[in-house]
């Protein structure tokens, strides 16, 4: 199969593999549609079982971040990077300044950031090579964990109003599924309006700690869908909505930060069958990038998250057209992001 026939392709415009054996470096970079501005998207370091797998995490990856953008009306294209190996034990300087001269070989068209397995201290070497980074702490943002957070913390706001007819979380029972930047950040919101916190995590310092400050209760990854609570939201990596998943969920609501929560594109439908109201990932996870478009000199920490709030408003937006179309709210999300991205092209032409 070549990147061209690959399922997730979806007109790419640049993906590009590079190795540097010197510095152990084995990466892709995916640049999905420019449309809108430069390609902004994070580096995810990762142990990949092949190439293949390593791939279609960059494609996919890369397209949701093209509709992030556009459905968060922000000035860039999609893009993403992944870096075969382990974030534990593989980096290096090396590998970093060499991820930055490939970053640079690209001149600008796409621009990187921290992701899963990689961090704003790795970005701050990066940029010794290259310019274009993004989410650093000197002349940016620096990490876009809390505004990520923030931004699905208003999210399941939107959603229990849609679903539950509340508007508070006081009460409100929420599994949590990985306990990263994003994840823990997200329990301490939801933890101070009251929530009711379930939580998993193969790191058993972080369960420790949500236990003794937040007083989350702990559940066995293996079984964290098969609690009855009103919202699940998964917080690590994607593809945990699949055939054998759905079936187990008992929460009236998916809403969480990972990408690419589905498996595939027909869950969603399969989830609107179950009765389950799902937050599309690219919609309620959008705070860091939105964060980052605030990005320069003048910062203000406040304007960028008063603009990450309106992810609650665009959420309910996007769960009136799916009760109205009698579609899945992935669909519904999927058009509005396809109809601006268009508007974008035909304002080019």
Known sequence: MTVIDHPAFDAHEHVVFHNDAANGLKAIIAIHNTARGPAVGGCRMWPYADELEGLT???????GMSYKSALANLPFGGGKSVIFGDPKTDKSEGLWRAMGR??????????IAEDVGTSPADMEIVRRETAHVSGIAEGGSGDPSPATAW??????????RSRLGREDLKGLKVAVQGLGHVGYELCQLLARDGAILCVADINRAQIDRAIGELGATAVDPDKVYDLDTDVFAPCALGAV???????????AIVAGSANNQLAEA???DALRVANI??????????GGIINIAHEGPA???????????????????IFALSEAEDVSTATAANRIALQRLQATVGQAA
């Open 299 to 317: 910062y203000d920490k406040e304007r960028a998250f008063a603009q990450v709030s309106k992810i609650h408003d665009t959420l309910l937006e």
């Open 102 to 111: 490939f970053v640079e070989s690209l001149g600008g068209r796409y621009v």
């Open 151 to 160: 931004g699905v913390y208003v999210g399941i706001k939107a959603a229990g």
């Open 57 to 63: 995490d960059a494609l996919r990856l890369s397209r």
């Open 241 to 251: 909505i699949n055939d054998a998943t759905i079936p187990r969920l008992k929460a």
């Open 277 to 286: 109201l799902y937050a599309p990932d690219y919609a309620i996870n959008a």
């Open 266 to 268: 027909r869950h969603a």
